[in-house]
């Protein structure tokens, strides 16, 4: 089955609304043709921080999709410093990043919240990009697949196989990430064959074989290619090459490939 790419920016805590807004523009002029278009392919998505998205959407237009880096799982209420669906869905964001490493390394996040944040996103009628991924230590002690398959279960316990066409999944080595450390193209094909298989152990194959998986972890201009090449890396999730409008592009280019 042939998914559409798809090229992911995670901006983590950079750009003001100023800064997002010129870095949108600059983005622009490197791929003036860059509608999402599954024929073609890639989609293009963004996840500012929240003070920026309103400015990422003014100036993107139809041009790429824009996501929030975390969503709670309640509609309103005494959570200071959260955010909801209704406040996101309101600003017109399609996607929610979710569970990212360093969200759980640093914010206390677990399989329970990555899973009560992910059916409130769903509910809403938001898209999920859910991220998975083992540390150094794990990968060396030899539970990478321990990790990965505890991770997917629990992060998606009671999610429905219809639900799931709403679901992406991100495969992103803790090592990996902003370290500029890759994983092989080997190495990440085999995590997201796994992957793939055990989507289709819990929905089924061709439930599986719908569900797009992005790699992230120093993704980059040069190394894009090779990865986007293996045949269950579906695209990819990029923090720092993303907030470089030509690399970004460039891994855009290679999507397209
Ligand atoms: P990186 O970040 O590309 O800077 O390694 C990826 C991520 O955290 O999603």
Redesign the pocket.
């Known amino acids: 089955m042939s998914r559409c790419k798809l090229i ?1 920016g ?1 901006w ?1 805590m950079n750009q003001t609304a100023s800064q997002a807004g010129t870095l949108i523009q600059a983005l622009k002029a490197e791929f003036p043709a860059c509608n999402s278009c599954c024929s073609q392919g890639p989609d293009v998505l963004v996840f500012p921080p929240f003070t920026s998205i309103a400015a990422v959407l003014q100036e993107a237009g139809t041009c790429l999709q824009v996501g929030a880096q975390n969503v709670h799982w309640a509609s309103s209420g005494a959570y200071t410093g959260e955010i909801s669906t209704a406040m996101l869905k309101e600003l017109g964001v399609s996607y929610v ?1 979710i569970g ?3 969200r759980r390394q640093y914010f206390g996040e677990s399989d329970e919240t990555v899973n009560r944040r992910l059916h409130a996103a769903l509910k809403a009628g938001l898209k999920a990009v859910v ?1 998975i991924g083992e540390t150094e230590q794990e990968r060396q002690l030899g539970l990478t697949n321990c990790v990965l398959e505890h991770q997917l279960r629990w992060g998606l316990n009671q999610v429905s196989a219809t639900d799931m066409q709403q679901v992406v999944i ?1 495969y ?1 080595p803790v090592w ?5 450390k ?1 994983a092989s193209n080997a190495d990440a094909q085999a995590a997201h064959a796994f992957i793939r298989s055990l989507l289709g152990t819990l929905y089924g194959q061709s439930c599986a074989e719908a569900v797009r998986i992005l790699y ?5 201009a040069g190394n894009a290619a090779g990865l986007l090449a293996q045949p269950d890396i579906d695209g ?7 907030l470089k409008p030509a690399d970004f592009a460039s891994i855009i280019r290679a999507a397209k490939q």
């Not at 990996?176 to 500029?180: D, E, F, K, L, S």
């Not at 992230?216 to 980059?220: I, W």
Request: glycine share 24%; with cysteine; charged share 10%.
């Open positions: 992911a995670n983590k990043l990212h490493s360093e991220c991100a992103e990996a990430i902003g370290t500029g890759t992230g972890g120093s993704m980059n990819g999730l990029i923090g720092g090459a993303s």
